[in-house]
């Protein structure tokens, strides 16, 4: 019998811009980064679930096991905020929200080891669609939803049929568009300036899609800006432990590997068990 390998400790874990509910999720890898962890506080830095595009007709069991694995953390007391961004907007309706270790907030900021302050939101405040014409950014939302699905297609030929790697048509698109380099820009330098006006030594968004980890500076001082990326392109996550930050990046050759170690997974229950076996942990959480 193979030695169940522990999970790996982390003090805080960030990830966003999930898109439960969308075809571009990539939910059975996610769940098996989150089970690969143990951390202590989990920040949900928005757009975890795709609230603009929800659909009864598409919510796979891997998008709920999502939601089941975050329950059963807050279940063994995991403190986890979750941080509203744009797509799952409804939900600031109940901002200040809270539930045994689970909390709903619009931002937050954490005092960290050192004396030193973090900042987190979603970041969508800087995004100039969303403040002003709300009905061009869904639309532009559902038009990357129908790109991904197409890149899919396309990996899937690549792989399959001419045995050559993946390629990534959004990022292309994005990085050849010089309006959106620009706006990236200018958001993680709107980010570091305002951090380092109101003295937080970190800023931590989502939103963008575009997972980073860099020192930004002004005349005024410096701050470390990061990003968590998304998991529908970049499969990434923010990881803060012993003092340190780092950017995890998802990796097939690492998780198989892993996986060979990790404790065998649940069976693959049907949805419906899915959902009972949510409510007994929420049951739980309220009798804590």
Not at 57 to 86: A, D, E, F, Q
Not at 99 to 122: N, Q, R
Not at 202 to 217: K, L, N
Request: with cysteine; glycine share 6%.
């Amino acid at each position: 019998m193979s030695v169940k390998q522990k999970r790996r400790k982390v003090d805080i874990l960030v990830i966003s811009d999930v898109h439960l509910g969308t075809y571009g999720c990539h939910a059975k890898e996610l769940l098996t980064y989150l089970k690969s962890v143990k951390p202590s506080v989990v920040i949900l830095n928005g757009d975890i679930i795709d609230i603009w595009q929800f659909s009864k007709r598409y919510w796979p069991k891997s998008h709920m096991k999502i939601i089941k694995h975050l329950m059963h953390w807050m279940s063994k007391k995991v403190k986890i905020y979750y941080i509203t961004g744009n797509h799952d907007e409804m939900l600031r309706k109940f901002t200040g929200f809270k539930m045994g270790s689970f909390s709903i907030v619009d931002k937050l900021v954490l005092e960290l080891g050192d004396d030193k302050k973090a900042w987190f939101f979603h970041g969508d405040v800087f995004d100039v669609t969303m403040q002003h014409a709300k009905w061009l950014a869904k639309l532009g939302a559902v038009g990357y939803d129908l790109l991904i699905l197409i890149n899919r297609f396309a990996n899937f030929i690549s792989s399959k049929v001419f045995k050559k790697g993946k390629l990534s048509l959004s990022k292309k698109i994005k990085n050849s568009v010089k309006s959106a380099v620009k706006f990236i820009n200018e958001f993680e330098q709107t980010a570091a300036d305002i951090a380092i006006t109101r003295k937080y030594d970190y800023v931590v968004c989502g939103h963008i899609h575009q997972p980073e980890m860099r020192t930004m500076r002004n005349d005024e001082g410096e701050t470390l800006y990061l990003n968590s990326g998304d998991w529908i392109e970049n499969l990434s996550a923010l990881e803060y432990h012993e003092g340190k930050w780092s950017l995890y990046r998802f990796n097939d050759a690492d998780f198989i590997e892993q996986n060979e170690h990790l404790e065998p997974e649940e069976a693959d229950h049907s949805s419906a068990m899915l959902f009972e076996n949510l409510l007994s942990e929420f049951n739980l959480m309220k009798t804590a």
